[in-house]
């Protein structure tokens, strides 16, 4: 029987047009006998139940993706209880997961991997009833995706000149408390992270010891990001031995702060909150990875 894959695009993420990518990913399925539905997302809220009964209608063995990591995550959750393989062709602004997981940056390979390559069964993380696929933090970084999210310039650039308004106007300081493991630790902080795994779509380090299908995640405490410590963690040496940063692992956690302070869940700005509430969820997705991927042992 041929094989169906249902293909989701998002065409206005990373603010590319998606015609190319998408005749690329038709070639490839055609040459490989593969039968590809395909579903454009709209972003508006009849996309869930159109998608859901796309997929009931076809059963496909496998669903592409190409946009950015909220459009992974939207197909991820909506089809979380499904026995389907998700492969990622990493197409939008915030690409995080797709730098997480080690996909190549040729066009060919990535599709090579969405299409073909074995699956891991990764874990998410719930904070306050939403789900996180990889990073999410409180403070300084979801500042700057506020700021992302409210100019009119997309892609790289628009990123890059609010990543540096934000870092150098920003003076935002709280207390934050962390109950974890049956302990409790407190501190002044500029940013604490949600970690699932290491990496910013920008590739910046944060987490080292993070394992995305190991049954925890990290809380990492940033209690200061003055230009030597921002230094060190762009250039991928996270100052643990400076009392700068902690790192807690757990897989569960109350997390609260003395004020309100901003807050993002893998590069959606989601408001500001107090109080964090977050669990793992172990083994919720089956991602196509690469073979360089490095798999727990638990």
């Known amino acids: 029987m041929r094989k169906k894959f249902l293909y989701v695009v998002n065409p206005v993420s990373g603010g590319d047009d998606k015609e190319a990518l998408t005749v690329a990913i038709h070639s490839l399925a055609a040459g490989a006998g593969i039968e590809l539905i395909t579903f454009e997302t709209s972003g508006g809220p009849e996309d869930g139940p159109l998608l859901q009964e796309r997929y009931q209608q076809h059963r496909p063995e496998r669903v592409i993706i190409a946009g950015g990591d909220g459009t992974i995550k939207f197909v991820a959750e909506l089809l979380e209880k499904e026995p389907v393989i998700l492969g990622i062709v990493p197409a939008g602004s915030a690409n995080g997961l797709s730098v997480d997981l080690g996909l190549p940056q040729s066009l060919d390979e990535q599709l090579q991997v969405a299409f073909f390559n074995d699956a891991a069964e990764l874990d998410m993380v719930c904070i306050n009833g939403r789900k996180s696929l990889h990073l999410s933090d409180i403070g300084l970084n979801a500042e700057l995706v506020r700021n992302y999210e409210q100019s009119t310039l997309r892609g790289k650039l628009g990123y890059a000149i609010q990543a540096v308004h934000t870092l150098t106007d920003e003076e935002i300081l709280f207390s934050v408390r962390v109950e974890a493991n049956g ?15 290491q990496k910013y779509g920008t590739g910046v380090t944060i987490n080292p010891g993070g394992v995305m299908d190991d049954g925890l995640f990290e809380i990492v405490v940033l209690k200061n990001l003055g230009l030597g410590v921002f230094s060190r963690i762009v250039m991928g040496d996270m100052p643990v031995d400076t009392g700068d940063v902690s790192i807690i692992a757990t897989a569960k956690a109350l997390i609260t702060t003395d004020i309100p302070v901003h807050f993002q869940v893998d ?10 509430d977050v669990f793992v969820l172990p083994r919720q997705m089956r991602l196509a990875v690469p073979e360089s991927f490095t798999r727990s042992d638990r």
């Open 183 to 197: 302990e409790l630790f407190e501190s002044q902080a500029k940013m604490v992270v949600i970690a699932n795994s």
């Open 267 to 276: 590069g959606e700005y989601c408001g500001e909150v107090s109080r964090l």
